[in-house]
């Protein structure tokens, strides 16, 4: 099992070399053009680094250095809302209107052919949208921005905990929350109204339950709580899939134990999350408010993976994949046939290296952009007049052309690493959902709900960086002795 866990761990460390060599190029195209308004931008995010760095290397216990920190991102997450009066726009608008009407007892939305049947993971994100409506019928899109601010000051605080367990360190754990409170999805998400705002935390905590348990630190029974709170995050974010498989994927290569304690520890999680999903499923179903299953819509999956397969769009968005649910009349059976054909002849009849080349442009079109497309959604459909500083891309892209350049660096010292294994299952989980978005339709907003791992994934990096340096200090300091004590002699 050892040699089978090496080979493992080379095989997807080497796949993740690869996949930041690409991001790496592709985000750096991104930097150029600086304006005016990348030096206002410039100038905030500098302002923020420098007293994150003064709260840092101040002499200060650490819940005073993490209530700094977080009033730090909490403070550029509230300049952002002021800067854009963000609305609900395209899918998030399509969400925002059917939460109206399901308050006027429609629920016509949930049946049929309707946008929200055919994709029925959306369905909790209209009924929260409809919760706060009705809560708040006046200013109910300031106040679920408001929640999305509180949500991510939430995240900052639980990266700070997850970095803490993994790395046995408050320090390494107050330099993610930094870094976490100026890393650019996370600030310019917060005005826009997608499902990844409440699933994040939500996911992150399953997490960081899942990190206590296997290393001893809590119950194998915090499993049921790890499970129950990935499949809460599932509900709002229909990709968690990947995690549960990541989850059971280190317990069965990684964890030393029997393997009949290996499936009783997977059992554990996979089984509440699994129920607690069908249970709301149902519940919906039963009275009536839903036609379909929540994971499955009237239009079938397969639709995504065949936008995915598109080469001349990329594996974006297309007006020829979209059309085929009208082309067979919404036949479920019938659109999943032809998909799956149009599929298999696109992968077969294109010649070999131009699947090579469609599927590196694919990798670094999902993964170049530094905010995730962030800034995009908060603006669009905003009147000019409602932008007060008309936000680019450059000094995003730096910060996270930084990020992934740490995490590079974080990656050629993993193997040699024996410290802080469990950290090998976040790099499982950006290996699944890497493939998942080679897989299937392509967009910078949907890997958002993983950018959080990059935050993780970069302290591997400052580690590195801070061994090597205070090496070189230690060596430096030593052979100053030596020189200082041959002199007195």
């Known amino acids: ?163 803490k367990e993994l790395f046995d360190s408050k320090k390494r754990g107050i330099y993610a929350a930094s870094l976490a409170s100026i890393f650019p999805p996370f600030i310019t998400y917060t005005g826009v109204f997608c499902t990844e705002n409440v699933a994040i935390p939500l996911y992150l905590l399953s997490i960081y339950f899942f990190i206590l348990v296997i290393k001893n630190k809590k119950s194998k029974y915090y499993l049921i709580s790890s499970g129950i709170l990935l499949s809460i995050g599932n509900l709002f974010r229909m990709v968690a899939a990947i995690v549960v498989i990541a989850y059971a994927i280190y317990i069965l290569i990684y964890l030393k134990d029997k393997i ?98 469609f599927y590196i442009r694919k990798i670094a079109l999902q993964w170049n952009e530094g905010d995730f497309g962030g800034v995009y959604w908060t603006k669009l459909g905003v009147p000019e007049e409602d932008i007060k500083v008309d936000i680019s891309l450059e000094v995003l892209q730096i910060v996270y052309l930084s990020v992934m350049i740490l995490i590079f660096i974080g990656l050629f010292n993993r193997k040699n690493n024996k410290d802080s294994q469990e950290i090998n299952l976040l790099y499982i989980i950006l290996c699944g959902y890497g493939v998942m978005y080679l897989v299937t339709e392509s967009q910078g907003r949907y890997a958002y709900i993983i950018s959080w791992i990059f935050i993780i994934l970069a302290i591997e990096g400052i580690n590195f960086i801070l061994n090597k340096f205070n090496t070189s200090n230690i060596e430096y300091h030593n052979k100053y002795k030596k020189n200082f004590d041959l002199y007195k002699i």
């Open 1 to 163: 099992m050892e040699k089978f866990k090496e080979k493992f761990t080379t095989f997807f460390l080497t796949t993740l070399k690869v996949l930041m060599i690409v991001v790496m190029v592709a985000s750096s195209g991104y930097i150029k053009n600086f304006n005016k308004n990348s030096i206002i931008v410039g100038a905030i995010l500098l302002s923020i680094i420098v007293i994150e760095v003064y709260i840092i290397k101040r002499n200060i216990c650490y819940k005073k250095q993490i209530a700094l920190i977080l009033i730090c991102g909490f403070i550029l997450r509230g300049l952002w809302l002021l800067n854009v009066k963000s609305i609900p726009i395209s899918d998030f608008s399509v969400i925002y209107e059917c939460g109206q009407e399901f308050l006027n007892g429609n629920t016509g939305m949930f049946w049929g052919h309707s946008y929200i049947a055919r994709f029925p993971h959306l369905t909790i994100m209209v009924l929260y949208m409809a919760l706060m409506i009705k809560i708040f019928p006046t200013n109910n899109i300031v106040m679920m921005k408001l929640v999305n601010l509180a949500l991510g000051v939430l995240t900052i605080y639980i990266i700070y905990l997850l970095v």
């Open 260 to 357: 009949i304690n290996k499936l009783r520890n997977i059992a554990l999680y996979i089984v509440p999350y699994v129920v607690f999903l069908v249970v709301v499923s149902y519940t919906l179903q039963s009275l009536k408010i839903t036609e379909f299953p929540l994971w499955k819509g009237s239009e079938p999956k397969i639709t995504s993976i065949l936008k995915g397969s598109n080469l001349e769009s990329n594996g974006r968005w297309n007006e020829k994949d979209a059309a085929i649910v009208e082309k067979y009349n919404y036949d479920y059976q019938k659109i999943q046939d032809a998909s799956l054909e149009i599929i298999k002849e696109r992968l077969t009849k294109t010649p070999p290296l131009e699947l090579v080349k």
